[in-house]
């Protein structure tokens, strides 16, 4: 079974300075995609970047940017000048590229922005 | 519409009792999942759809819950008998059949139903 875990419930940044969040997963496939989503406290969640398998590029949405390791199955998300906007909570996920039901988050790392 | 929507967005119930949820997916997707969030934690997946057809429904707790998408569009989560362990935020998700391009393989949210089971 695939398994996502993220190792920081809360990381802190001051505005305008640079922050990365950590995501590790579990799997034994070798087509999958992986997908930052954001929730702020509104609770909508916000797809922030996502992330091929196949690809060996690492995905860039303006301030965000991931860092995919894909042997060590890792995919971090870096936050460029941090902006008061972008507290929230910030969920790593995982999906099958063969099994279209088979999403699975991480707990969740909440992101506060100091001013 | 333009986004997911769900409704009603808040629930009060009492145990016993059965309730409904509603989800109305992005126009023109496919495939429709069903989450259940607790708070501080990441969505749990429950069930999903493609159109009419359910897919997938071994997240489902329990016999108590189902699911349904007669027209391949609206979908209905159906609690019956609900306990105080039922009391989350369900979250329904919605995403276009598998295309060329990314887009098609993002899921989309609405912004939950939350149930609170007295």
């Known amino acids: 079974a695939q398994t996502v875990t993220q190792s920081q419930p809360e990381m802190s940044v001051q505005e305008a300075e640079t922050v990365t969040l950590s995501c590790t997963y579990d799997?034994?496939?070798?087509?999958?995609?992986l997908f930052w989503y954001k929730q702020p406290p509104s609770r909508q969640m916000i797809l922030v970047i996502r992330q091929e398998a196949y690809k060996q590029q690492n995905a860039t949405e303006n301030r965000f940017s991931v860092n995919f390791q894909k042997a060590a199955k890792s995919f971090s998300l870096k936050i460029s000048d941090s902006q008061l906007g972008d507290a929230a909570m910030y969920f790593c996920a995982y999906r099958s590229a063969s099994n279209n039901n088979d999403m699975r988050f991480g707990a969740g790392t909440r992101l506060t922005v100091k001013p | 519409g333009a986004g997911v929507s769900q409704s009603p967005r808040y629930k009060v119930t009492k145990r016993g009792q059965d309730v409904a949820l509603r989800c109305d997916p992005i126009s023109g997707h496919v495939s429709l999942y069903w989450y259940r969030q607790a708070l501080g934690q990441g969505p749990e997946f429950l069930t999903y759809f493609n159109y009419e057809a359910q897919q997938d429904k071994s997240g489902l707790p329990n016999d108590r819950f189902s699911a349904e998408r007669p027209e391949g569009s609206i979908s209905t989560l159906t609690i019956q008998r609900t306990e105080q362990r039922d009391s989350a935020m369900y979250r329904c998700?919605?995403?276009?059949?598998?295309?060329?391009?990314?887009?098609?393989?993002?899921?989309?949210f609405g912004p939950g139903t939350r149930l609170l089971v007295l």
């Open positions: 799997t034994s496939e070798s087509d999958y995609y």
């Open positions: 998700a919605s995403s276009a059949m598998r295309t060329a391009g990314a887009q098609g393989e993002t899921q989309y």
